[in-house]
Structures are given as structure tokens and as C-alpha cells.
């Protein structure tokens, strides 16, 4: 064999061996999932459960909270053997919101002069919308499981989710005006989207009243309402298991393609799809998923590859 030739092999050898992403196991036992505002373990195969987890505090979202929802995000968008994610809250409510001892320190602008504090201010702001964008930007389908109380950041939180599920006495409350801020980290961005009703958006965000879970499904917030958290949960699990039975391929596809959609022209999307699947359709779980349908079985009979 020719010089040029072996070494042209080896240099491609050894890119190999460099480009060659973690395992999943592996990237995980080096960076667990752990955190101080968020407790997260594998509720099912390939399911993730992300607990706001300040109970005591009623899930007030924190310094920490702010930074751990997107370092969680990130690595969860990484992590080949999750599927799906259900975030609920522990304790007595989901959330009670941005925390209002830790808010003056946070949002403190930092500057030498009326420009650089609105600048540095600027970009606090915009680091805060990530918290809640990571979970758009995640592939993976995000279902979040509400009860008691969602109050201000909480609103912001769930309209960044997938799927909402809500119990009886769960209460939702765009709170901001009555802290004497317009909401700034997603809900007057995402919530007309979800509920279709501009009307009731503006009720909601103007007045800071109660949404109760009854006008929460009636309006399209939530899918489904359930007695108590427990069934809830249940609920939210058994359809996070249901999800990550399917190809992940077209599942991910398809939140990515939604969510384009949704901010986007039919033509924009249709255009944008077509590029998607030039790549995606030649996936082997599109054999796999047409075999096992003609041999009338069903996703969960087969083992997709990770992702
Ligand atoms: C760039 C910024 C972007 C972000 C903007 C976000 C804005 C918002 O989120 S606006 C909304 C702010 N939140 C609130 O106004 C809610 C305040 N809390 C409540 O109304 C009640 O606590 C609640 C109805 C949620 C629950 O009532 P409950 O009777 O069950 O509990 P409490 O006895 O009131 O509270 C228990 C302990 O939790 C502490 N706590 C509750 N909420 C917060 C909070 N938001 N921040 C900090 N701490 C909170 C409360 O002080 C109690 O603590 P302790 O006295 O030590 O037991």
C-alpha cells in the first residue's frame, strides 16, 4: 500500500476516535444530574422526572433555579437514553414564582453609567429567557404536571412546555403587574399561541387575576385535569412511556418541526420540513417501524437505536 494512502487512513482513524460522541452512561456518571433547586431521576425508561424542588419555599425560583433549569436542559438535550421529560413541582404548589428575597439581587443592574446599567440589565434579561427556552429548545417532548399554585415565573415556565397537565386545585396566575413588571421571560410571547384568545390573554396579564384549573382546560391551557397530583402524575408518566416508545427520530422531528411552525408561514415550514426529512427519511427506523407494522406489532416491540 502506498505512504499517502495509510496515512490519509490513519488521520481518518483517529478523527474517528475524536469525533466519537460520549455514551450516555458514560457522560453520566461523569456529570450526574445533580442539583440544589431541581431533584431529577429516571421516573421510566428513557423518562426523565424534573422536580422543582424547593418545597418549603413553594418552588420560588431562586439564583440557583434560574442558572440549573438551563446546565438540566442542556444536558438532558444530550443524554441519548432520555425520551421524555415530566417536570412537576414538590411540596404544597408547583411554584410561587420568581424569588422574591433573592429578586432585588438578581435583577440589581451592574454599570458606570445610565447606558452600561440598561445594557448589563439587558442582558440579565435575556439570560432569564433562556431558563425557560432550554426546554423549547430540547428535542425531547417536555410534559409538565401543575397543581396548587403556578404563579408569575411559573406561567413563563409551563408555556415553554409541550404538554400541560393540571389537577383540581391547581391555580394559575400571571402575576408580574402586580409586582410592577410586565412579564418578560415568555408568557406574553407563548401563552396567545397556546390559548388562541388575545381577549383573555390580555384579562389575564393586565389584572393578575386567578385562572382556575376548569377555565385552564376550557381555554386550552391544560389537556387534562385530574382529581389529585398522585393520578396526575400517573397520567403524565404513562404518556412520557408512551412517547418514548416511538422512533425517536420522528419524535424529536416532529417537536422541532412543530415548533418552527408555530413561528413561522405554512410555506416557511413546508420549505423547512422538506430539508429536515431529506436527512431524516433515510433513517432505519422507518424500516424498522414498517416492518413491524406489516408483522402487526407496534413500537413498543421494537428497539430503536439512541439518539
Ligand atoms: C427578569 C425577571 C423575570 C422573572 C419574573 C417573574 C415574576 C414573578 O414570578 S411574579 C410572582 C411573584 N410571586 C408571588 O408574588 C407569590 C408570592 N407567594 C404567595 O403568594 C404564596 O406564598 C403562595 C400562594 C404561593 C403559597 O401560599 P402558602 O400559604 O401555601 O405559603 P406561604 O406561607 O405564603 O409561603 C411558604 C414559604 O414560602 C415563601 N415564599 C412563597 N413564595 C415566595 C416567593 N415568590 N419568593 C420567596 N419566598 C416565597 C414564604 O415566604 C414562606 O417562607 P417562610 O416564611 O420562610 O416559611
Given at each position: 500500500k502506498c505512504l499517502p494512502a495509510l496515512l490519509c487512513r490513519g488521520l481518518y482513524s483517529g478523527l474517528r476516535v475524536i469525533l466519537q460522541p460520549m455514551s450516555s452512561s458514560a457522560a453520566s456518571s461523569a456529570s450526574?444530574?445533580?442539583?440544589e433547586s431541581l431533584k431529577v431521576s429516571?421516573?421510566?425508561?428513557h423518562v426523565l422526572h424534573v422536580e422543582l424542588n424547593r418545597p418549603d419555599k413553594r418552588n420560588a425560583m431562586n439564583r440557583a433555579f434560574w442558572r440549573e433549569m438551563v446546565e438540566c436542559f442542556h444536558k438532558i438535550t444530550d443524554d441519548?437514553?432520555?425520551?421524555a421529560v415530566v417536570v412537576s413541582g414538590a411540596g404544597k404548589a408547583f411554584t410561587s414564582g420568581i424569588d422574591l428575597m433573592d429578586m432585588a439581587t438578581m435583577l440589581q443592574p451592574q454599570g458606570d453609567d445610565a447606558a452600561r446599567l440598561a445594557w448589563n440589565l439587558r442582558k440579565t434579561v435575556v439570560e432569564f429567557q433562556e431558563t425557560f427556552t432550554v426546554i423549547e429548545k430540547c428535542p425531547k417532548p417536555v410534559i409538565v404536571a401543575v397543581h396548587g399554585a403556578c404563579i408569575g415565573g411559573g406561567v413563563d415556565l409551563i408555556s415553554a412546555c409541550d404538554i400541560r397537565y393540571c389537577t383540581e386545585d391547581a391555580v394559575f396566575q400571571v402575576k408580574e403587574v402586580d409586582i410592577?413588571?410586565?412579564?418578560?421571560?415568555?408568557t406574553l410571547q407563548r401563552l396567545p399561541k397556546i390559548i388562541g384568545n388575545r381577549s383573555l390573554v390580555c384579562e389575564l396579564a393586565f389584572t393578575a387575576r386567578k385562572m382556575m384549573s376548569d377555565e385552564a382546560k376550557s381555554c386550552g391551557l391544560v389537556s387534562r385535569v385530574f382529581p389529585d397530583k398522585g393520578a396526575m402524575l400517573e397520567s403524565a408518566f404513562d404518556l412520557a412511556s408512551d412517547i418514548a416508545t416511538k422512533s425517536p427520530v420522528a419524535v424529536q422531528g416532529t417537536k422541532i418541526n412543530l415548533i418552527y411552525s408555530r413561528d413561522h408561514s405554512v410555506a416557511e415550514g413546508l420549505n423547512y420540513i422538506a430539508t429536515w426529512n431529506m436527512?431524516?427519511?433515510?433513517?432505519?427506523d422507518i424500516v424498522q417501524s414498517a416492518q413491524a407494522s406489516f408483522e402487526k406489532k407496534t413500537p413498543k416491540d421494537i428497539t430503536y437505536s439512541k439518539l
Open positions: 450526574p444530574y445533580n442539583y429516571q421516573a421510566r425508561d441519548s437514553d432520555c425520551r410592577g413588571l410586565a412579564a418578560d421571560v415568555g436527512g431524516m427519511l433515510q433513517t432505519q
